[in-house]
């Protein structure tokens, strides 16, 4: 049995949408911005995506602009809000993903803005008090905070943190790249003005993704050139990649509830299996939680044992694949700043398992008869 668990990471594509983008490698292949009949198709295909993105989200066609996936979704509108409305103060967490956190380095360093961290407890929750704290009396601020962490599943409250941020009239940017295709998200509800999503992770193709630009902001482009994307985004657009967000979005959300009801039962198996296996196991930030934390990602925490170290090799030997912190950057047991940040045990190994609608509970057993091999 070859089991996957780690959909943070990324996701198997959904053969429909394989079948969905089919015709854009093969047939329609026309540049979207030739005038004739090939360009026109693969322009309306395009259109035809964003507008299923914005039905989805409760926002306007305009306000949706496809980028080539999360990171640069991140990069495109932290820059822009910065550079086009002034932002002197940044407020965000030590426990957002790198494209957010190196991004806001980056402008620090080149004199762009101060970056404040809020403090996070040690089960990852924020400290809402000392983000009004920060932004009281201040102009020109910017909170980016992600709405679920890729690492420990803890979520934020985006419409509470866009009342403050309306409060005190700062800016609200949010990495939403693990919610989208998760949760039901109506961007009339919230004051924001960014947030994004990258078709990963969520079972359509790598190298693309989305910004949503509230209407009422405007920002410069991040990539310049042939003026795509309404200006916004230059070069040659990911046609087929367009039409397979757009197809696994409207996927995931035909099926928000089932496959919610479907991976939260898988969870609810690991987290019982894993306290009947070992003895002193226990859970990085809120993820144990089942309602109150994103219901794919469980990160465990190992209690002390020489066999940890190699745990995840043992565990690919078996055919499982899981991620020590955060897999983004690589699978290997290093230190994952978010871990970090919850000032956990040293001596204890963190192993994150993420879950998508293809995993069974037949999986879920054979990882936990795996585990309990290994570290027995
Ligand atoms: N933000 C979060 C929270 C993520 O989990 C990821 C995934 O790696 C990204 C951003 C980057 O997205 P992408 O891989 O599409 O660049």
């Known amino acids: 049995m070859k089991v996957y668990l780690d959909n943070a990471a990324t996701t198997p594509v959904d053969p429909a949408v394989y079948e969905a983008m089919q015709p854009y490698l093969k047939n329609d292949f026309g540049n979207p911005s030739s005038t004739h009949s090939f360009g026109r198709i693969s322009k309306s295909a395009i259109e035809e995506a964003r507008k299923k993105v914005s039905d989805i989200l409760n926002a306007s066609p305009g306000e949706i602009f496809f980028t080539s996936g999360g990171t640069e979704a991140d990069n495109t509108s932290l820059n822009g809000l910065i550079r086009r409305y002034n932002i002197r103060n940044v407020i965000t967490s030590p426990i957002e993903h790198h494209a957010v956190l190196h991004s806001l380095e980056f402008f620090e360093s080149i004199g762009m803005a101060h970056v404040q961290f809020l403090d996070v407890d040690k089960k990852g929750n924020i400290d809402k008090d000392q983000l009004i704290d920060l ?23 985006l419409e509470e943190i866009g009342e403050i941020c309306r409060e005190h009239k700062a800016l609200f940017h949010s990495d939403t790249v693990q919610s989208i295709a998760r949760y039901a998200l109506d961007l009339n509800k919230v ?27 405007r ?58 296996t070992i003895p002193g196991v226990k859970f990085n930030g809120l993820s144990e939680n089942i309602k109150n934390s994103l219901y794919s990602v469980l990160s465990v925490s190992l209690p002390p044992s020489d066999k940890n170290e190699m745990i995840l090799f043992q565990l690919d030997l078996n055919d499982i694949a899981a991620s020590g912190g955060s897999a983004c950057g690589s699978g290997a047991l290093k230190g994952s700043h978010v871990i970090n940040a919850l000032k ?16 069974t509970p037949e999986e879920i057993d054979y990882t936990l008869d795996k585990i309990k091999e290994i570290l027995n």
């Open 135 to 157: 932004l009281k009396d201040k102009k020109d601020s910017l909170v980016s905070l992600m709405h679920a962490n890729n690492e420990i599943g803890n979520l934020i409250d």
């Open 191 to 217: 004051n924001i003005n960014a947030v994004l999503g990258s078709a990963h992770k969520f079972h359509g193709p790598k190298g693309i993704g989305f910004m949503y630009i509230n209407a009422s902001t």
């Open 344 to 359: 956990a045990d040293k001596d204890r190994t963190t192993i994150r398992f993420s879950l998508s609608k293809f995993n």
């Open 219 to 276: 920002i410069p482009p991040y990539i310049i050139g042939g003026g795509q994307e309404r200006d916004m985004r230059a070069g040659t657009e990911n046609v087929y990649g367009i039409v397979g967000l757009a197809k696994a979005m409207e996927i995931a959300y035909d099926n928000l509830s089932l496959n919610k009801k479907l991976i939260e039962s898988l969870k609810s198996r690991m987290i019982k299996g894993l306290k009947n």
